[in-house]
């Protein structure tokens, strides 16, 4: 079985007896060594000791004197950072645990580079064994932005910093045309378009972030999303649901929906209140899914045997930022009612 997503670091954490990912020192040592954390030729000696105290006991606990005698204002600030959200994994002793707690509390003081980085690398736990490299590449939309290219019917959707990258480089050689109606100010963009066929290639270019996926109606894009997103809800709530791509929302039945993402919770607010939408908002929304649960007994009683619907949409620029924590925190479980 091929690996993915080694940067992660999830070969620095371990499973716990619920299967989520517990935090170690290893793991914890990894931001120490981030390049905003390693000392420099110009770090105080306060700092150098710090930073050597960390990387022996990573759990170490820190006055705030301690980093006050830093001599970078720069270097104090990274402290602060990186140790509360240490602090915050600390408290709550598994990565799943630790991403949970943040949206429910609903103040998130983390970076939202820490949130992608978790998500990752809890993605990478769920998808242990996974063969299938266009689930892989479904699943990115979990923790990378995507540039949306519409063409005669198609949604494609490509890496928003790769996409950005290509521009200021000018594009990446002779690989096959890509996003031609994407909309990007310079030059076309030119990366391989991920299918069964050429499915393989993933497995070396996995961290590079350079392949499209044909998210269109009734293609594999669309599916292994969901497939991903069932398997996103079962790990965190253990609630058994079945998501499938919808062309519309048709249904009397319809009294609950998640967007997942800002655009889509509003533009699903909108329909929902009956409101008339322009052009430009329906083109926005991507594409609508329907979960059902498998047990409606997980469902508060006055939703239980009703469908969910979810959402989602670009931005008036094309971009597309799915927010998985809405699926968590949104869904109408009975032990959140």
């Given at each position: 079985?091929?690996?993915?997503?080694?940067?992660?670091?999830?070969?620095?954490?371990?499973?716990?007896?619920?299967?989520?990912?517990?935090?170690?020192?290893?793991?914890?040592?990894?931001?120490?060594?981030?390049?905003?954390?390693?000392?420099?030729?110009?770090?105080?000696?306060?700092?150098?000791?710090?930073?050597?105290?960390?990387?022996?006991?990573?759990?170490?606990?820190?006055?705030?004197?301690?980093?006050?005698?830093?001599?970078?204002?720069?270097?104090?600030?990274?402290?602060?950072?990186?140790?509360?959200?240490?602090?915050?994994?600390?408290?709550?002793?598994?990565?799943?645990?630790?991403?949970?707690?943040?949206?429910?509390?609903?103040?998130?003081?983390?970076?939202?580079?820490?949130?992608?980085?978790?998500?990752?690398?809890?993605l990478r736990n769920i998808l242990e064994g996974c063969s299938d490299p266009?689930?892989?590449?479904?699943?990115?939309?979990?923790?990378?932005?995507?540039?949306?290219?519409?063409?005669?019917?198609?949604?494609?959707?490509?890496?928003?910093?790769?996409?950005?990258?290509?521009?200021?480089?000018?594009?990446?050689?002779?690989?096959?045309?890509?996003?031609?109606?994407?909309?990007?100010?310079?030059?076309?963009?030119?990366?391989?378009?991920?299918?069964?066929?050429?499915?393989?290639?993933?497995?070396?270019?996995?961290?590079?972030?350079?392949?499209?996926?044909?998210?269109?109606?009734?293609?594999?894009?669309?599916?292994?999303?969901?497939?991903?997103?069932?398997?996103?809800?079962?790990?965190?709530?253990?609630?058994?649901?079945?998501?499938e791509p919808v062309e519309e929302i048709n249904d009397e039945r319809w009294?609950?929906?998640?967007?997942?993402?800002?655009?889509?919770?509003?533009?699903?607010?909108?329909l929902y209140e009956g409101k008339e939408l322009t052009d430009e908002r329906?083109?926005?929304?991507?594409?609508?899914?329907?979960?059902?649960?498998?047990?409606?007994?997980?469902?508060?009683?006055?939703?239980?045997?009703?469908?969910?619907?979810?959402?989602?949409?670009?931005?008036?620029?094309?971009?597309?930022?799915?927010?998985?924590?809405?699926?968590?925190?949104?869904?109408?479980?009975?032990?959140?009612?």
């Open positions: 079985m091929d690996d993915f997503w080694r940067s992660s670091g999830f070969h620095l954490l371990e499973r716990d007896g619920d299967g989520n990912m517990a935090v170690t020192d290893g793991f914890l040592r990894a931001y120490l060594r981030r390049p905003e954390m390693e000392p420099v030729a110009e770090s105080c000696e306060a700092e150098i000791a710090l930073h050597k105290d960390l990387l022996a006991n990573p759990r170490l606990a820190v006055e705030a004197g301690r980093i006050g005698a830093l001599a970078d204002a720069d270097a104090r600030e990274n402290y602060e950072v990186v140790l509360a959200f240490r602090d915050l994994l600390l408290e709550a002793g598994t990565v799943e645990g630790c991403y949970l707690n943040l949206f429910r509390k609903g103040r998130v003081t983390v970076p939202p580079l820490f949130i992608q980085q978790m998500t990752r690398v809890i266009i689930r892989l590449r479904a699943a990115e939309l979990f923790f990378r932005g995507q540039m949306v290219g519409l063409h005669e019917g198609a949604i494609m959707l490509a890496d928003e910093e790769t996409v950005e990258m290509a521009n200021v480089t000018g594009g990446f050689g002779n690989l096959g045309r890509l996003l031609a109606d994407a909309q990007i100010p310079t030059q076309s963009v030119e990366l391989d378009v991920l299918n069964e066929d050429n499915g393989a290639l993933y497995w070396q270019r996995d961290e590079d972030h350079d392949t499209v996926l044909d998210f269109s109606f009734g293609r594999a894009g669309q599916d292994r999303l969901c497939r991903v997103l069932e398997a996103w809800v079962d790990h965190f709530t253990g609630a058994g649901v079945e998501i009294t609950w929906h998640v967007g997942l993402d800002a655009e889509a919770t509003a533009i699903l607010n909108d329906r083109r926005q929304l991507i594409t609508l899914f329907r979960l059902e649960f498998k047990d409606s007994a997980l469902v508060r009683p006055d939703l239980a045997g009703k469908p969910v619907y979810l959402g989602l949409a670009m931005d008036g620029d094309n971009l597309l930022r799915l927010k998985p924590q809405n699926l968590l925190v949104n869904l109408p479980l009975a032990d959140s009612a």
